[in-house]
C-alpha cells in the first residue's frame, strides 16, 4: 500500500530546503493521526510540500515505513529519496497530488486507487519498475515460510534466517507435477540467470516484499555474493550485484561487496571430476575467499540469485563471521531450488 503526507510548511518551518536538517539517520520522524492502525512497516510513503510558495509545491521525500508508534501516533519513514530544491514528481502529479490532499486539517491520505493503472507485462514494465502495480506480478507465487526449510550445507552454519523468494525448478526435478506459475517463474529466472537484467527488479521486489512480511526491514548494508573473477574478466553481467543494487534502492540501505574471490572456483566443473565432494568445493572455495566488513556492519543481507544446496552461501556467512563475530547475518535468494530436503509443504508446488 502506499500513503500520501502533507506537510504545510507554514506550520512550523518544515521546508524543502531543512529536509537534511530534520532527518536523522536517513529517517524522518512524521505524525501519523489518520490510518495509524492499518499501517505497516514496509509501505510506501510520498511525502507532499504545499506553501509558503518560496518552492514549487510537490513531492520531495519518498520513503518507506520502519516504525510505527501507535500510542504517539507517530510513523518513522527511512527515506529512499529526497530533494530540496525541486520536486521528485513532474508538475502534472504534483497537481495531481496536491488535489487529493486538499482536504484541510488533515495529513495523511491513502493513495487513490483509481490512480493506479496495471501495465502490460512484459520487459518493458520489468525495466521500469512497474511490477508493483503488475496483475500478473501480484498473482506469482512467494515461497511461504512453513513450506519451505534450509538445504542440508546451510543448516550448521551461524547464520539469523534464510528468505527466499521463488520456488525454481531445477534441471532434473523429483516433481514433475509442477504448478503452471511456478514454471513461468523458473522462465523468467533462467532468462534472468542468462543475462536479461530487465528481471532484476521483480525478483529483488519479490524479495523485498518476502522481507517486509517478516518484519526484517533494517540492515546496515546490502551484501552480493562475489562474481568469479574469470566471469568478471569475460564481461559477464553480475546478476548479484544488480539484484543487490535494486534491493538495496528498495530498502533504503547501501550495497557495498565486502566479499570478493581471489582464483575462479567453479562448481560445475569440479562436479566433473573423479571423487568431488561438496567439502571439496567449499574448501577450495573458501580458500580463494576475503571478506572486508566494516566495524559498524552490525546487520548485513546477504544476496544471492538463488540457492540450492548452500554451500557458496555457507562459506560466504563464515568469512563475514570469522572477521566480525558479532555482525548478523540474514541470507536472501530470488529463487529456492526444489530439492527434496529443501521443501516442507509441496502444495503450493505441484499443478
Known amino acids: ?16 530546503a531543512v529536509i537534511p536538517a530534520r532527518m536523522t539517520d536517513g529517517r524522518l520522524l512524521l ?3 489518520h490510518y495509524i492502525d492499518m499501517v505497516e512497516k514496509g509501505w ?6 504545499r506553501g509558503p510558495h518560496s518552492f514549487d509545491e510537490g513531492v520531495y521525500v519518498k ?9 504517539r501516533r507517530q510513523v518513522g519513514l527511512r527515506v529512499r529519496d529526497f530533494s530540496t ?20 486539517y488533515r495529513q495523511v491520505f491513502v493513495w487513490p486507487e483509481d ?66 506459475p511456478v514454471r513461468e517463474l523458473t522462465t523468467r529466472f533462467t532468462a534472468f540467470k542468462l543475462g536479461e537484467m530487465a528481471y532484476a527488479y521483480p525478483f529483488a521486489l519479490a524479495i523485498y516484499e518476502q522481507l517486509r512480511r517478516r518484519d526484517l526491514l533494517n540492515f546496515d548494508y546490502v551484501v552480493p ?59 577450495k572455495y573458501r580458500e580463494a575467499l576475503r571478506a ?22 555457507a562459506q560466504a556467512i563464515a568469512a563475514i563471521r570469522e572477521q566480525r563475530p558479532d555482525t548478523d547475518v540474514v541470507v536472501a535468494t530470488a529463487g529456492q531450488m526444489i530439492l527434496k530436503e529443501s521443501v516442507a509443504d509441496d502444495s503450493a508446488i505441484k499443478a
Open 292 to 313: 572486508s566488513v566494516p566495524d559498524n556492519a552490525r546487520t548485513v543481507l546477504l544476496v544471492d540469485d538463488v540457492i540450492t544446496r548452500g554451500s557458496t552461501v
Open 1 to 16: 500500500m502506499r500513503f500520501l503526507y502533507k506537510i504545510h510548511s507554514g506550520y512550523d518551518g518544515f521546508r524543502p
Open 225 to 283: 555474493i562475489p562474481l568469479s573473477p574469470d566471469k568478471a574478466r569475460r564481461g559477464e553481467v553480475h546478476r548479484t550485484r544488480k539484484l543487490a543494487a535494486e534491493l538495496g534502492s528498495l530498502l533504503a540501505v547501501p550495497v557495498r561487496e565486502m566479499l570478493r574471490l581471489t582464483e575462479p572456483v567453479a562448481k560445475r566443473r569440479m562436479q566433473q571430476l573423479p571423487g568431488y565432494t561438496a567439502y571439496r568445493f567449499e574448501r
Open 31 to 33: 505524525g501519523w493521526r
Open 115 to 180: 490512480w493506479t493503472v496495471a501495465p502490460e507485462c512484459g520487459l518493458a514494465a520489468c525495466a521500469n519498475r512497474q511490477c508493483r502495480d503488475c496483475r500478473t506480478w501480484d498473482r506469482l507465487p512467494f515461497i511461504q515460510r512453513e513450506h519451505a526449510r534450509a538445504p542440508s550445507r546451510l543448516r550448521s552454519s551461524d547464520y539469523e534466517c534464510l528468505v527466499p523468494g521463488h520456488w525454481i525448478v531445477p534441471r532434473r526435478c523429483y516433481e514433475t507435477r509442477i504448478a503452471a
Open 85 to 104: 530544491d525541486a520536486p521528485l514528481t513532474s508538475a502534472e502529479t504534483s497537481a495531481r497530488i496536491a488535489e487529493a490532499v486538499d482536504r484541510r
Open 44 to 49: 510506501e510513503c510520498w511525502v507532499f510540500f
Open 63 to 71: 520513503g518507506i515505513v520502519d516504525a510505527v508508534d501507535i500510542d
